[in-house]
């Protein structure tokens, strides 16, 4: 069955640069989420979208935006990186929103910020 | 506002014996709870889910949930543990009323299986 797809799986950025992570929905999935981890801690909720609108928005940081596009994939992007945004990003999906619609979890893109 | 309350930080436990994974929720709505599973290096993996329907959970990899409302707990168990189980177990609350809210997990309970 397909999964969800995070683009790049690591990346490698220095202080104050920029980068862009990619999310693909499992086919049909409506909803995207994505969620940040730092280094032996639980996942944060950052932001989510629904049908290409923002839903919930939790601890995001300013300097992060998100959007979805059209064919349901997820970008979010980071600016002037600082050294704590080193983390495991994951994204989530599901189809349609509310109680008893799990989220599906990626394998996470891994940041590190040097 | 939701939290959830992972009682023990790590547990050890023997291989074929039980496995215990207490955890406990603040929901101010009838809440979805769930556990996921993260094993080394690897992404999240839904083990089961309670939304409302019966209060005894079951998952997959032989792994159960019951949800106790009186005392707001939602343990994990698994009647013989298996080196494979080894990881970290997250505790997870949704208070999704038809919006597509983000979940609250609990700090982690890294589960240690001995030989």
């Known amino acids: 069955a397909a999964g969800v797809i995070q683009s790049p799986r690591h990346l490698i950025k220095e202080k104050r640069e920029t980068a862009t992570l990619k999310c693909y929905p499992i086919?049909?999935?409506?909803?995207v989420y994505w969620y940040q981890q730092g280094p032996g801690q639980d996942p944060q909720f950052l932001i989510s979208?629904?049908?290409?609108?923002?839903?919930d928005k939790g601890s995001i940081p300013d300097r992060f935006s998100a959007q979805q596009f059209s064919d349901y994939h997820s970008e979010l992007n980071m600016s002037s990186l600082e050294l704590g945004d080193s983390a495991l990003y994951f994204c989530?999906?599901?189809?349609?929103?509310?109680?008893?619609?799990?989220?599906?979890f990626g394998p996470g893109t891994r940041l590190t910020v040097t | 506002a939701q939290s959830v309350t992972q009682l023990d930080s790590h547990v050890s436990v023997s291989e074929g014996t039980p496995v215990l994974l207490r955890c406990n929720y603040s929901s101010s709505y009838s809440p979805s709870l769930f556990w996921y599973v993260q094993h080394p290096n690897k992404g999240l993996q839904l083990l089961l889910k309670y939304t409302s329907a019966a209060t005894l959970v079951k998952g997959i990899n032989g792994f159960e949930a019951e949800f106790k409302k009186s005392e707001t707990s939602f343990h994990l168990t698994k009647p013989s543990a298996h080196m494979s189980d080894a990881a970290e177990y997250f505790c997870?609350?949704?208070?999704?009323?038809?919006?597509?809210?983000?979940?609250?997990f609990g700090k982690g309970t890294h589960l240690i299986i001995q030989p």
């Open positions: 086919p049909r999935h409506d909803t």
């Open positions: 979208f629904y049908e290409k609108m923002q839903s």
């Open positions: 989530a999906s599901s189809r349609g929103t509310g109680e008893g619609y799990e989220q599906y």
């Open positions: 997870v609350v949704s208070d999704a009323e038809g919006g597509a809210d983000g979940l609250t």
